[in-house]
């Protein structure tokens, strides 16, 4: 995608395939995609942004994964591998879903990792030459990151899932024997698991091609830090702030701010900046470059890090102590710029912003993020200042009514105080019979070139459907829709609205 496309006038859907129908435990890359990409089309819709695509760990969080490259296997889609003549319906039933609209992790990773061995046996008895050939075609392409990420995948398995820092010694350390007599005698597994990038991968360029057809615009979405249990970190600890041993000396997160007195802990490894720019930026140059062939715009998250990020001791069990450190800054992008051209990039800007972060962004010519829930205030005289207010939010940057992080705007109105919910009811000058809407209606009428909306909020639905909450472990990333929810007049009215607002 052309980054000029990024400063036309656009709108959207937040959805990430988790949440989609069906009934394989978890939305996949399947008919109910292609299904919602028609309905995107159908409504006027041009943009989709959906949460970052990796392995998740862990908590299941997409921004936890095991690899800033690989596929997540459990959205390949069963129906579509059946089509390829890899599995049988009968190979393909799943197990009975106690409850189609949320997800149920540890039968769905049972589940998609058996039909995943089933159909990588089928494809070597059948000996396809096409087939092999993609297969063939596909790991070359890839091998810069798919060798470490199958390797690192094994061992995982054979270590009961365990973080690499609690493997043995010598692969924890990867002594060249010991890992070399590893792949020699765990051919099997680790071809396994580069099927499995080639089967997500595949499918996934197949919806891409389709949305491309339908004018649906991807938005992608990747963390600024990387997991520190994943093969990025095992296979490049010299790129980051790690003892001899391994253990982590500082991790990420941000200061106590007004949503924490302690702050956020994330726990994420922190980069050698300074041992990443004697070689151009490498590591992130193929970062960037593969995620761009796998959507047509990105966003990074925590875009302030770049300019400084939150370094905390990894002895400390708050983010209370800890220090900002400077970041890579716009030399960085002018890096990234050179080897791939103007840069399609949504900066996640949200939070306590520096007047430093914010010349960075205009320096970077990124659009910034806006959300409606962020625009009210307990400051009634101040208010009608706050930049996230529709009438305020400039031209070049996207806007939503909420994120993946945040409730529900519907479930966010109904906890406000009576005083909050005052200043929304007389800015949007609403009764409280769809106040959601209303808001929606703002954002569509903003001079933000892009405006895009949760599914959760499109269906007006409530604290059920929140997709996350930050800082906990339980009954996140989890939530599905169905398609009897209002779907039909919901798409109706956001046509309405796109249409009016010239989106």
Known sequence: MKNEDIQQRRSGILLHPTSLPGNHGIGDIGPELYRFIDYLHKNGQTLWQILPLGPTGYGNSPYQCFSAFAGNPLLISPQILIQMDLLTKHDSTPPKFSNKSRIEYESVIAYKQKIIEIAYRNYTQKADPTLEAELNNFIDAHGYWLNEFALFMSLKKANNMKSWIEWETSFKKREPYTIAKWIENNTYDIELFKFSQFLFFKQWEMAKNYAKQRNVKIVGDIPIFVAYDSADVWSNPDLYFLDDEGELLFVAGVPPDYFSETGQRWGNPLYRWDEMKKNGY??????????????????????????????????????????????????????????????????????????????????????????????????????????YLPHNVVQNSIVYTGTHDNQTTLAWFNNLSAELRKQVLEYTESSEKDIVGD?????????????????QDLLRLGIEARMNTPGTTGNNWEWRYSWNQEMERRGKEIFKLTTLYER
Not at 282 to 311: A, P, T, Y
């Open 282 to 387: 490498e590591w992130w140059v193929k970062r960037i470059e593969h995620n761009l062939e796998q959507v047509d715009i990105l966003r990074i998250d925590h875009f302030r890090g770049f300019e400084s990020f939150w370094q905390i001791s990894a002895e400390e069990e708050t983010a209370v102590e800890g220090k900002w450190i400077k970041g890579p800054g716009i030399e960085f992008f002018k890096e990234l710029n050179k080897e791939l051209g103007k840069l399609p990039i949504i900066a996640e800007d949200l939070g306590v912003i520096t007047p430093e972060v914010e010349k960075l962004l205009k320096e970077t010519g990124f659009p910034g993020m806006n959300v409606v829930q962020f625009a009210f205030g307990d400051d009634n005289d101040k208010y009608t200042e706050n930049k």
């Open 439 to 455: 808001l929606i209606k703002l954002a569509w009428g903003s001079a933000a070139n892009m405006a895009v909306i949760p599914l």
